[in-house]
């Protein structure tokens, strides 16, 4: 039988450095060591009681288990009040849609942006997705450098005119996983004139937004006057509300921009199952004080991290937003999967090596927040038994 062909494409997408992970994970655990898992940001807090009650309520009423084909009423108008009393964004209805989840919704947005030889601008490092959304539109991607010396913001007035010129869209991450820094005000209020000039469509990954640091307060980019005429942003309920398995997330801004996502995903999609639209207005509609407690814990946890590992010697900067921290490997390593795998064999502490977010985040780490401190703590005295950052 003649092997199997299949995309082209597919020769672009190694095996997730997650899967790879997992694996040295599990055989590690069979080994009987016990491991400390900071890799994955996935939370570890439970959604709130009352977010759970109404996915379970509406659960019980069989007419919700049909198409939901449009986002109900109650969550139009529930975004619309998150944004205004969060943000003092005004949305009318036309400018916000549900997506399956931001990972899905930058997977696919290109593809009613783009067509195959446009130029897409996308963070370098960055989380991986932001590159593959646009490829899987066959966009040409164009990395942008976010470097220490430059405070991790994109260099607008260093980048190629000619690129420029065939630039359809950028993509822009602040608090950016994986290197925790945030955006001041500033840059903001020159990335809308310059995306303006360029003609050049924003999109703001605004995932953290509620998971920042040392009284920071995080922003939409929407609050930016103009915005509106050439950005949207993805709002996701995945980590500030612990709702991860119900994939939502939305698409808010430009309506142009808008109308185009809703009608290229009216042919592939039938809409959020209505319990999760339902769970989704209960969180967006109640209390805050969950939010800001759980964020007040992560950076209980940041302190612990960060705090403890530089303490070994690590160069570790204290993280400014997201469940991450982000690290420079010691000296003595030839790159960071190299010191990745051995942290694991010798500590039981897992991370994820940063060179898997792009070419700039070689001979870096990524850590995620999501231990207790003390579980934190224990890993730390693990790494200092080791002898590793000595």
Request: aromatic share 10%; net charge negative; proline share 5%.
């Amino acid at each position: 039988m003649e092997t199997l062909q299949f995309a082209d494409r597919m020769k672009d997408y190694e095996e997730g450095i997650f899967q790879v992970l997992n694996e040295k994970k599990d055989e590690a655990q069979r080994q009987g060591k016990k491991i400390y898992n900071l890799s994955v940001g996935t939370p570890d807090f439970p959604p709130a009681q009352h977010v759970m009650d109404a996915v379970i309520e509406a659960a019980k009423k069989p007419e919700n288990y049909k198409y939901a084909l449009i986002d109900i009423p109650e969550l139009v108008e529930a975004v619309q009040k998150r944004y205004a009393d969060r943000y003092g964004v005004r949305l009318e209805k036309d400018e916000l849609m549900s997506v399956y989840g931001s990972q899905e919704g930058i997977a696919h947005i290109c593809l009613s942006l783009c067509n195959p030889g446009d130029v897409v601008l996308v963070p370098n490092p960055g989380y991986p997705i932001f590159g593959i959304g646009p490829s899987l539109a066959g966009a040409d991607i164009v990395t942008y450098d976010l470097t220490e010396e430059n405070h991790y913001l994109p260099d607008l007035d260093g980048m190629d005119e000619a690129v420029l010129a065939r630039a359809k869209c950028m993509i822009v991450s602040y608090p950016l996983n994986p290197v925790c820094r945030t955006a001041p005000d500033s840059f903001y209020e020159k990335l809308i004139p310059w995306a303006i000039k360029h003609q050049i469509m924003i999109i703001h990954d605004n995932a953290y937004s509620d998971i920042i640091y040392d009284g920071r307060i995080g922003k939409s980019i929407l609050r930016i006057p103009r915005a509106g005429e050439i950005a949207v942003e993805f709002y996701s309920l995945s980590k500030s509300y612990n709702y991860t398995g119900a994939r939502v997330s939305f698409l808010v801004g430009n309506r142009e921009i808008v109308a185009a996502f809703k009608k290229l995903r009216s042919q592939i999609d039938y809409g959020t199952f209505l319990p999760v639209q339902y769970g989704a207005v209960a969180a967006l509609t109640g209390p805050d004080e969950m939010v800001k407690e759980q964020c007040a814990e992560y950076q209980r946890r940041r302190d612990a991290l960060c705090g403890g590992l530089r303490r070994l010697g690590l160069q570790i900067e204290d993280s400014e937003g997201t469940m991450f921290a982000w690290a420079k490997i010691p000296e003595g390593y030839a790159d960071d999967v190299e010191f990745v795998m051995q942290l694991l064999e010798r500590t039981g502490v897992l991370c994820t090596p940063g060179s898997s977010f792009g070419s700039l985040g070689k001979g870096h780490v990524r850590f995620a927040l999501t231990l207790p401190v003390e579980v934190i703590e224990e890993a730390i005295k693990a790494v200092e038994d080791s002898g590793m950052l000595r």
